[in-house]
């Protein structure tokens, strides 16, 4: 029996795209500002980052809110029953045309494999490229008040994460791909709905 | 009716003597002659006073008449280094006159033709009496008729009768009529030492060359008669003739205390905080840079400007070479301009204009060495007057150098510097008769004091100069990527971490992992997708 449910909340596509969207301009601008590409100059790619390092700190606070208060969190409890089968479909099932093991609810969003994925890259990755990302910004100041004196290790970190940012991206895109269709994923991340069951 | 004929003629005679005058002067320096000149300096008409409407003949004869009336004013001058030509530090005296020397004429004492840029008169020898009042030289300071020049084969003395100087005649001096029009130096009076300082027009300094005479917006914001019109002391500001300024026993600025006026500043340069406050630029990005950087980093993009070449480097090791027995030159173009490439008096050259600084950590102090310090020959190049501070100094910030460099003559078995006697009659040692270096090196140790083994040799070294005259247009301050970019300006500051400039080799190998790795990875999983896709459907048509 199929039935469509709203499985992404209208709230919820809007952070998301919001997200999406600040995180490639956010991936470019600190290429530019990082000296792999030169395309639109330092100093407008320094204000730009600056501005949507800020509006992605601001999203931020507002995604964790609903998050928690929506009791949405349950969702990234790290889960790992079913996580062999999980693993098993992308390395094996998909080439046999085997259906994906995790049945989706609205209560139950991710499978095992995303769980403990978002969970880091949300929950970890995140807050640590926004910290990061504040004391860049802020490293003038603080290096006044005598709290820190070397930025390069902070950098060190802000430039890992990015990295591990696109290379979260890619596999995030190309994950898109695993719907009934190609292209039911991406649909339902835009309109929220999913069909569910079987 | 007479009188009104005598006084059209005298017009007429002067209008058609004026052409000529102007031909006559040379077209690099600015005619003055033609030029009016007002013998009034704020309240008082030196032409009125009797004490100077007299010929003189010679010139402390002027100093002792400028002494009847401005009783303190030698006194005051013998106080400065532009009179002792030397300060104390840590209990060594430097300067041009002691133990410090420089990798261009290395050293001025026993050359007496550098006492020409000496503010007093007669600076031949040790014989030279520092105190006395008469030795000073209030002319060349004060001259506002641009026809004041001293000699360089009388120590320091004006021309007394017209003196064929190689092509040109230079005319003797009107002491009478530069008496009488003399007031506030302007920048001709200080151009014509620290303009030509190392031997000529802008060898030595790198953003102080003539140009500064007139220049025009693009080259020199403050100084360019186009809009503010600055002379030399309106930052270098003056007090009983002691004038504000690095030395070697004086910052200077002392920026790092920023926002000062000048009262609080002491004798140290008026900077461009004074007048500009540490935080100008209306952006925070911008604005804290000002804590590690000097505003001329940003805002001397390139030094030499203008239409002069600066000396970048000075070869001693070649001189010497004679062509039948006579010294010969070699002439070469450097940037659109020719100079001197080689000089059998001199050695090896290169020049440069628009030249990009090299940038070092500075506080406004440069650490000079002298004849009396042993060097390592093994750390060649030597620094010899370098810059200290770096990125945990809160003193020092990012400034902007002319690095020279040069290959000069040392003792191989004392291990310090040697000056040599350059300039001189034959019989005297003096490099540029006899070239003769064992000669021209012992007579310079000796007048020197500085003590020489016999041996010698010549050693690369490295002489520092602060860039800081010369402030370009706002538009044309450097692009953020100047330094933050590959390749960076500040290449060689490795005690910080530089956006756009540094990364680390483990995170960049990690991203090219992470990224390269994932995509490689995405591509063979679609791939096989594709392929076990397309024969799970041929062989399930084979099936149906």
Known sequence: MKKTTTLYKRFERFWHWGQALLVVALIFTGLELHGITSIIG????????????????????????WILTTGEWKQFIPDMDGIDGVLRYYLYGVFIGEAHP???????????????????????????????????????????????????FVAAVHTFCAYAVIAFLIVHLYMITFGAKLSSHLKSMLTGKETLGK | MNKLRNTILIILSAVSVMPIVSIASPPAAPSMEDREVSSVAGTADHSQFEVLQQEFDYAPDVTEACLECHTEAAKQVHKTFHWTWKKEVDGVEMGKSKNAFNNYCVSALGNESCTQCHVGYGWRNKEFELDAEENVDCLVCHDKTGTYKKSAAMSGHPYYEDTKVGARIEKAVDLSFVAQHVGDPGRENCLACHAVGGGGNGVKHGDTDLSLLNPEFALDVHMSPDKLNFTCQNCHSADDHQISGRYYDRKSFIDYELDMGRSDRDGSNVSCESCHSSTPHNDRDIDNHTAKVACASCHIPEMARGPYLTKLSWDWSTAGDLKNGKPYSIDEEFDGVTHHAYMSKKGTFTWGRNVVPEYRWYKGELKQITFLDNIDPSKAPIDINPPTGGYQDPKARIWPFKIHRGRQPYDTELNHFLPIKLYGRKGTGAFWTEFDWPKALTAGARLNDVEFSGQYDFIETNGYWPIKHMVAPKEQALEC??????????????????????????????????????????????GYRVVSAYRRKSSSQVQS
């Open chain 1, 42 to 65: 330092f100093e407008t790619s320094s204000h730009l980052h600056h501005i949507g390092g800020f509006v992605w700190t601001g999203l931020v606070v507002l995604i964790f809110t």
């Open chain 1, 102 to 152: 995790h049945h989706m609810t609205a209560e139950n969003k991710f499978n095992p494999l995303q769980r403990m994925t978002y969970l880091l890259v949300l929950f970890g990755l995140v807050p640590l490229q926004i910290i990061t990302g504040l004391v860049f910004f802020f490293f003038p100041e603080i290096r006044a008040a005598g709290v820190i004196e070397h930025i390069g």
């Open chain 2, 481 to 526: 990527e100047a330094c933050h970019g590959r390749p960076s300006r500040l290449q060689g500051l490795n005690d910080f971490y530089l956006v756009g400039r540094d990364r680390y080799n483990l995170v960049e190998w990690f991203g090219v992992l992470a990224i390269w790795g994932t995509l490689g990875g995405m591509l063979l999983h679609v």
